[in-house]
């Protein structure tokens, strides 16, 4: 099923750049890849986006990742410590 636009999200600040990745993805192979997810950590550690953002964007995208849920989950748990840590 292909996706033509972004629908509306219960997440308070998600990355649009991030979700416009994700949901290109999906559109070509059935699920985003393992890349945006460590694009997206990077921005997160080096600060570029905050913990939460991530956080918010990691559950806007989880629909349009089935293949990359396993790495997804690891992806939140380390921003989840980050807030933890008040990163």
Do not use: P, W
Not at 5 to 10: H, I, L, Q
Not at 13 to 24: E, G, M, P
Not at 35 to 42: I, N, S
């Amino acid at each position: 099923m292909k996706v033509d636009k972004v629908g509306t999200t219960n997440f308070q600040a998600v990355n649009q750049k991030y979700l416009q990745k994700a949901i290109k993805g999906y559109n070509r192979f059935g699920s985003f890849s393992g890349e945006l997810l460590e694009c997206l950590r990077a921005d997160v550690f080096f600060r570029a986006i905050s913990a939460r953002d991530g956080l918010d964007t990691l559950e806007a995208i989880r629909k349009y990742g089935s293949d990359t849920i396993d790495f997804l989950e690891h992806v939140k748990e380390n921003f989840e410590a980050l807030l933890k840590r008040g990163y």
